[in-house]
């Protein structure tokens, strides 16, 4: 039985308190009682492998009910400011922006985060999201790396399996043309209305001889239908035969105004695989299409406490088949760079890479390059990576190699342009 079912059966066996809205964490912090299934925090801690006895007694203390038969946890996600308002944990600057009661006491595991009261002044700074450019937007704030319908959701999946219709806004994929054949042969992310970051190597060298990047499209879920629409995870056909269905946008597609690949991009090393992609038109902002926020450190030199990655795209699932036809993510396991090195002895790997690997099938395979490597923050999701390359064979584990975008970020804005 694996140590993750053992700290949930001790959870389901301890004598619990009677559930109040408010609660105070095991180191002080405010939060409510709320299922574990609604409280990251708690669900990072019982899945990270370096969980430490620490974290187990922080667990089982943070018991406080039952909601039917799932336990119920305090959560730090949620906590009350100075004057007694309940508020969220968020980023110190977002909170600037949105808020004047702001507690300044740090909130559990989050870095630099700090209460805030939460209020219709976030959803007022979310219409001005839509006043998109050229330009991505601030980190900071609430318009980037966010899913469609609200401005914080944390993933709870990441298996593998198929996403739901608005998660991970910012994906798409890259049409190329040759002999009036259109083909999709790499992924990118959108981080403006008139960008799409990738890999250099989507846009120039050998690539180029099965064709030409011509359009990216958007709004994408299932690559053999133009409109869909789920039942939960499930496809609908019939729109009729249910009542409640939900449906995202028409795929758009926008033509490649230019390819920008980086200058000193290098095919034998992989270093500086990265580029962008201008587009004719400018994308619009909604709830299937909007931009990821672009990172605000180097992870890899400074990883967070809870450090979950996020991969998402339309690659194949394994060897036999080319590209999977609906819209799938994983979980992959960040892997420092010396580790990473073992596994590529015949290329020189540096601080300009970063690493993270699947287990089994769940992998990048064909179809997955330029796809952002993804880091979901308190506030939002930022793309820290770029799929480089990989191993010859799908599903092994051996370790993926992405380009740091991080490194990256002055030339990005050297680059753009109105």
């Given at each position: 039985m694996s140590h993750v079912l053992h700290v949930l059966l001790a959870l389901s066996i301890i004598t619990f308190v009677k559930p109040t809205e408010d609660c105070t964490t095991p180191d002080g912090s405010n939060g409510s009682c709320v299922s574990i299934s609604s409280c990251p925090y708690i669900l990072d801690l019982l899945r990270a492998r370096n969980r430490t006895a620490e974290d187990v007694a922080f667990i089982r203390k943070s018991s406080c009910g039952f909601e039917g038969s799932m336990p119920k946890v305090c959560c730090p996600y949620y906590c009350m400011t100075p004057?007694?308002?309940q508020g969220t944990c968020v980023q110190r600057e977002a909170c600037r922006q949105i808020c004047k009661d702001c507690d300044v006491k740090k909130c559990h595991g989050f870095d630099n985060s700090i209460c805030c009261e939460s209020n219709s002044n976030q959803e007022r700074a979310l219409i001005n999201c839509t006043h998109i450019s050229a330009y991505p937007y601030d980190p900071n704030g609430y318009c980037c790396g966010s899913d469609g319908g609200t401005n914080i959701k944390f993933i709870i999946g990441g298996d593998g399996h198929t996403t739901k219709l608005d998660q991970y806004?910012?994906?798409?994929?890259?049409?190329?043309?040759?002999?009036?054949?259109t083909k999709i042969l790499c992924g990118g992310a959108l981080i403006s209305g008139k960008?799409?970051?990738?890999?250099?190597?989507c846009v120039t060298g050998p690539i180029l001889d099965l064709g030409l990047p011509k359009a990216a499209r958007f709004a994408e879920y299932n690559t053999e239908t133009l409109l869909d629409c789920l039942n939960g995870k499930k496809p609908v056909i019939d729109?009729?035969?249910?009542?409640i269905?939900?449906?995202?946008?028409?795929?758009?597609?926008?033509?490649?105004?230019?390819?920008?690949?980086?200058?000193q991009y290098n095919p034998k090393t992989n270093e500086n695989d990265i580029a962008l992609i201008r587009l004719a038109d400018m994308a619009p902002y909604t709830?299937?299409?909007?931009?990821?926020?672009?990172p605000t450190k180097d992870y890899s030199k400074s990883k967070p406490r809870v450090f979950?990655?996020?991969?998402?795209?339309?690659?194949?699932?394994?060897?036999?088949?080319?590209?999977?036809?609906?819209?799938?993510?994983?979980?992959?396991?960040?892997?420092?760079?010396?580790?990473?090195?073992?596994?590529y002895d015949k290329i020189i790997l540096k601080d300009i890479q970063i690493c993270a690997k699947g287990e089994n099938e769940n992998d990048w395979c064909k179809g997955d390059?330029?796809?952002?490597l993804m880091y979901q923050t308190l506030n939002s999701f930022q793309v820290i990576g770029l799929l480089s390359f990989g191993p010859k064979d799908c599903g092994t584990s051996v370790p993926a190699v992405f380009t740091n975008v991080y490194s990256f970020n002055d030339w990005i804005y050297s680059v753009i342009r109105p």
């Amino acid at each position: 039985m694996s140590h993750v079912l053992h700290v949930l059966l001790a959870l389901s066996i301890i004598t619990f308190v009677k559930p109040t809205e408010d609660c105070t964490t095991p180191d002080g912090s405010n939060g409510s009682c709320v299922s574990i299934s609604s409280c990251p925090y708690i669900l990072d801690l019982l899945r990270a492998r370096n969980r430490t006895a620490e974290d187990v007694a922080f667990i089982r203390k943070s018991s406080c009910g039952f909601e039917g038969s799932m336990p119920k946890v305090c959560c730090p996600y949620y906590c009350m400011t100075p004057s007694g308002k309940q508020g969220t944990c968020v980023q110190r600057e977002a909170c600037r922006q949105i808020c004047k009661d702001c507690d300044v006491k740090k909130c559990h595991g989050f870095d630099n985060s700090i209460c805030c009261e939460s209020n219709s002044n976030q959803e007022r700074a979310l219409i001005n999201c839509t006043h998109i450019s050229a330009y991505p937007y601030d980190p900071n704030g609430y318009c980037c790396g966010s899913d469609g319908g609200t401005n914080i959701k944390f993933i709870i999946g990441g298996d593998g399996h198929t996403t739901k219709l608005d998660q991970y806004p910012w994906l798409s994929l890259i049409e190329y043309e040759k002999a009036g054949e259109t083909k999709i042969l790499c992924g990118g992310a959108l981080i403006s209305g008139k960008y799409v970051m990738t890999a250099a190597h989507c846009v120039t060298g050998p690539i180029l001889d099965l064709g030409l990047p011509k359009a990216a499209r958007f709004a994408e879920y299932n690559t053999e239908t133009l409109l869909d629409c789920l039942n939960g995870k499930k496809p609908v056909i019939d729109l009729f035969e249910l009542d409640i269905v939900e449906c995202s946008d028409i795929v758009l597609t926008l033509s490649i105004e230019r390819t920008i690949p980086h200058s000193q991009y290098n095919p034998k090393t992989n270093e500086n695989d990265i580029a962008l992609i201008r587009l004719a038109d400018m994308a619009p902002y909604t709830d299937f299409i909007r931009p990821i926020c672009l990172p605000t450190k180097d992870y890899s030199k400074s990883k967070p406490r809870v450090f979950r990655l996020f991969s998402a795209g339309w690659g194949a699932n394994n060897s036999s088949v080319l590209r999977s036809t609906v819209k799938v993510h994983v979980n992959p396991e960040y892997v420092e760079l010396q580790q990473c090195q073992k596994s590529y002895d015949k290329i020189i790997l540096k601080d300009i890479q970063i690493c993270a690997k699947g287990e089994n099938e769940n992998d990048w395979c064909k179809g997955d390059s330029g796809g952002p490597l993804m880091y979901q923050t308190l506030n939002s999701f930022q793309v820290i990576g770029l799929l480089s390359f990989g191993p010859k064979d799908c599903g092994t584990s051996v370790p993926a190699v992405f380009t740091n975008v991080y490194s990256f970020n002055d030339w990005i804005y050297s680059v753009i342009r109105p």
